[in-house]
Structures are given as C-alpha cells and as structure tokens.
C-alpha cells in the first residue's frame, strides 16, 4: 500500500529564505508526482506535476525534483514572500491505480515579513 | 470562471438525514474524482469517473456513499442516514483524463453532520 509522507510538519522562515520542503513514498511504481497548495479554508491549487520519466520541473521561483527509484521528492521555494504561506501537499499517481491521488498530510508554512 | 464548481459551499445537516453535494467540472474534462479531507484522515480519494467507463468506486467508506455522472459533465455525491464521521470537505477534481494529467480541484463542499 502506498503511503506518502512529508517533512517538516511546519515551518516557519523570515521572507526572503529559501527553502526545502521534502515528501518520501513507499512505493516508486508511480506514473507522476504533484504539489499542491492549499489556502486555509479553499481548494488545492496545483503547482507542479512531474511525470515518472522526469527529474525536474519549474514554474517561477519553485523548483520540483522527482528521484522515484529512492521514492523522494522535494519541492524548492527560493525567495519566500508571506504571499507563499499556506499548507503544501504532495501526492502521487499511479500505485494505488488510475488517477488516484494518493496525498502526504502536508508541510504548513508560514513566512514572516 | 471556467474552474470547478462546487455547490453547497457549506452544509450543515443532522445526523440521519441525506445529503447531496453537487460538482461541475471544467468543460471538456473527461475525468472526474472526488476526495474528501477530514481531520483525522487527510486527503482521500474516494471516487473517480472516466468518460463512459465503469466508475473506480474503490475509495468510498461505506454503501451509504454513492455517486453518480450524468452526460459526462455534472456529478452528484450522495451520502445517506448521514454520521456525525462523515463530517468533512468533500472536494471534486475534473483533468483532461489520462493518467499524465494535473487535477484541478473545486473549492470544496464542508460538511458539518450534528
């Protein structure tokens, strides 16, 4: 079964740090792998998907990398604004069947001005 | 905008009772999934429908949890003699359909069961 964990919990940085948040999955026959954002209160927001064949993808100041063999992921914010502050969730595709997203618990930020 | 909706945005219902929670995906998706965020459970996923293929009914808890997708589009989740358990945000996601994908994700319907 596949079981899909993020690290840290929480985090909180002054604007302007860089940062790292991690997500692990116990089983690397997944077909992709999304972050999400999620707002207190809304929906998801997807950030980046990186299918199986890739290792990497960017949008703006977030940088997503994908090494499925060890099952980790790790999704890069350089520059952090407070604007960036909200629950980031991780999930994957493929192991648990078709399009079923299975999701970590999420890493909750917060930046500080 | 051409997101997905979700109706109700809020409901709240006493135990017992039957509720139905509607989603309208973005127009020419194919595929649609429901997933439900509690607390003590996080993100699930609990139905997915693709085109005229049979629904993937594998996630849903209980027989009490039902749904349907008619013409293609509009889906409605049906939870009878609700439990206070059931208590949740019940959120809908339409993609193009295909496996390669991004889900994108309504607002979401928060259930409260007394």
């Known amino acids: 079964k596949q079981e899909v964990t993020q690290i840290p919990a929480a985090l909180s940085v002054p604007e302007g740090e860089n940062l790292v948040l991690n997500c692990s999955f116990t089983d690397s026959a997944i077909y992709n792998l999304q972050w999400f954002r999620q707002d207190p209160g809304k929906g998801l927001t997807s950030l980046l998907l990186?299918?199986?064949?890739?290792r990497e993808q960017t949008s703006g100041r977030l940088n997503a990398s994908l090494d499925k063999s060890s099952g980790r992921s790790t999704l890069y914010i350089a520059a952090s604004q407070p604007g960036d502050s909200a629950t980031y969730l991780c999930?994957?595709?493929?192991?648990?069947?078709?399009?079923?997203?299975?999701f970590g618990a999420g890493t909750r930020l917060a930046v500080h001005p | 905008g051409a997101g997905v909706s979700q109706s109700p945005s809020n409901k709240v219902t006493e135990k017992g009772k039957d509720v139905e929670l509607r989603c309208d995906p973005i127009?020419?998706?194919?595929?649609l999934y429901w997933y439900r965020q509690s607390l003590g459970q996080g993100l699930e996923f609990l139905i997915y429908?693709?085109?005229?293929?049979?629904?993937?009914k594998s996630g849903l808890p209980s027989d009490r949890f039902s749904a349907e997708r008619t013409g293609g589009s509009v889906s409605t989740l049906t939870i009878q003699r609700t439990q206070q358990e059931d208590s949740a945000v019940y959120l809908c996601?339409?993609?193009?359909?295909?496996?390669?994908?991004?889900?994108?994700f309504g607002p979401g319907t928060r259930l409260l069961v007394l």
């Open positions: 999930a994957v595709c493929g192991s648990g069947g078709y399009n079923k997203l299975i």
């Open positions: 990186i299918q199986s064949s890739q």
């Open positions: 127009s020419g998706h194919t595929a």
């Open positions: 429908f693709q085109g005229n293929s049979a629904p993937d």
């Open positions: 996601a339409s993609s193009l359909g295909g496996y390669q994908e991004t889900q994108y």
